[in-house]
């Protein structure tokens, strides 16, 4: 299966179980990756588009990428087999050159899987891409062998100028009934834990500037994944899935408290308090036991620490659990991808809820929206299944000036609807601040 490719790209949509015939696809195209000068400043400032923008950087290294060489929509429940196959066919036919041999070099796909099975997954692959990893710089271009990319002309970064905000789908007020709800059916003993969400509508004076939304983001929240593919965009914390030749590893986030950003003594209480909290215990010890079920599979040294640590950010204490392993050489294939292995934890407890089909059921049932690709695997992967998948939170949907925003909350028994949607509100304060500048 393929894609009308360079210079003006088609996108295929899939149904859950498509039919898709082969088509003819042009074979002189090239991947070329070339090592740039050593520089510090920030990859998003050589974005030359104000849209389109992809992302995946993180304490300044990482990705970023321009331009669609193709691109391609799924939907299903196999959509992420369906993306793997078409990256697979496309990127055979590269003829690739790489003198770099860092991740993230020679021809990468970006993703951004749908959250539900009828939400759409989204996958291109940019005809520009420029990188930094161990300190060092390349840049990759993919096109015909005989013509090269032109130049983009760099445009320049606008405000979104005043912002105005709404009630979307599901409001503050709708937020709480639907915990209060979900709360119910926990102690009815249906489920352990269900994550639900709410969503809320910016409208800017101007055309919103993805650049501008990024580059503060980054500047914000540092140590998270600055992520951008198809409007989506936002600053994660939570790893779900990187894969490094046969090393593995996740970051499990799941328990929040939050301080009033009155220093280093307020923060470290704040930490003290939820590493004694039962209640986000629990709920953390869900989602590490839906991630090590599922790699522990895969890897049989996975390493599984036995408490939970704080991860303080700027705004709000999460506990976290970094859970790493290896795979078998002889495993090696489609089924242990990044992309694959991320598919295979979504939802992970930590988005979703446990038991994760019971969770999944009620999340449809109470909440009246589409999650669309919001607290979905999103990140990038090279031709050899390579690659980093984090999970799209602190993020929002851009289209035009128009940015809806989500953030959502771990329930259990004990959980205080008013409490959740606070920190539903606190967890939208990144985008916020962002749009405001």
Not at 401 to 409: F, Q
């Amino acid at each position: 299966m393929s894609a009308s490719l360079f210079p003006s790209a088609q996108t295929i949509d899939l149904a859950p179980q498509p039919t898709v015939e082969s088509a003819s696809r042009p074979a002189a195209f090239t991947a070329v990756t070339v090592q740039l000068p050593g520089s510090r400043d920030d990859l998003l400032t050589n974005v030359p588009v104000p849209t389109g923008v992809l992302s995946f950087l993180s304490e300044g290294e990482g990705l970023v990428g321009w331009g669609t060489y193709a691109s391609f929509t799924a939907s299903g429940p196999d959509a992420a087999a369906h993306i793997a196959a078409w990256w697979a066919d496309l990127s055979a036919d590269l003829i690739v050159s790489d003198d770099v041999g860092v991740p993230g070099s020679g021809p990468i796909v970006f993703i951004s899987l749908g959250f539900d099975d009828t939400d759409t997954s989204v996958a291109l692959v940019p005809q520009t891409v420029l990188g930094s990893r161990d300190g060092r710089r390349f840049r990759t271009t993919i096109g015909p062998a005989t013509m090269a990319a032109p130049p983009a002309q760099l445009v320049p970064v606008t405000a979104p100028g005043r912002i105005s905000y709404s009630d979307a789908a599901v409001s503050v007020s709708d937020y709480i009934e639907a915990v209060t709800a979900g709360i119910s059916r926990i102690r009815a003993g249906e489920l352990k834990k269900v994550v639900l969400a709410h969503d809320l509508v910016a409208t800017a004076e101007n055309v919103v500037d993805e650049r501008y939304v990024l580059s503060r983001l980054s500047q914000a929240y540092p140590t998270c994944w600055t992520f951008a593919v198809a409007g989506l965009v936002g600053a994660t914390p939570e790893m779900l899935l990187r894969r490094r030749g046969l090393r593995i590893s996740s970051r499990v986030l799941a328990g929040t408290a939050w301080s009033d950003r009155a220093g280093a003594h307020t923060a470290g209480t704040v930490a003290t308090g939820l590493l004694a909290s039962s209640k986000d215990l629990a709920e953390h010890a869900y989602a590490v036991d839906s991630v090590a079920s599922v790699l522990g599979a895969v890897s049989a040294d996975l390493q599984v620490p036995g408490a939970p640590r704080a991860l303080p950010l700027a705004n709000l204490t999460h506990l976290a659990t970094d859970i790493t392993g290896t795979l078998p050489a002889e495993s090696d294939g489609p089924s242990t991808s990044a992309l694959a292995l991320a598919a295979a934890l979504h939802p992970s407890a930590a988005v979703g809820g446990f038991p994760k089909d019971v969770a999944r059921g009620l999340i449809r049932e109470l909440e009246p929206m589409e999650r669309g690709r919001y607290a979905a695997p999103v990140g990038w992967m090279n031709a050899a299944g390579e690659g980093e998948f984090a999970i799209a939170l602190r993020c929002a949907e851009i289209s035009g000036n128009t940015v809806r925003m989500m953030a959502g909350c771990g329930i259990m028994a004990d959980s205080d609807p008013e409490k959740e949607a606070r920190e539903a509100q606190i967890k939208m304060i990144p985008v916020r601040d962002a749009l405001e500048g």
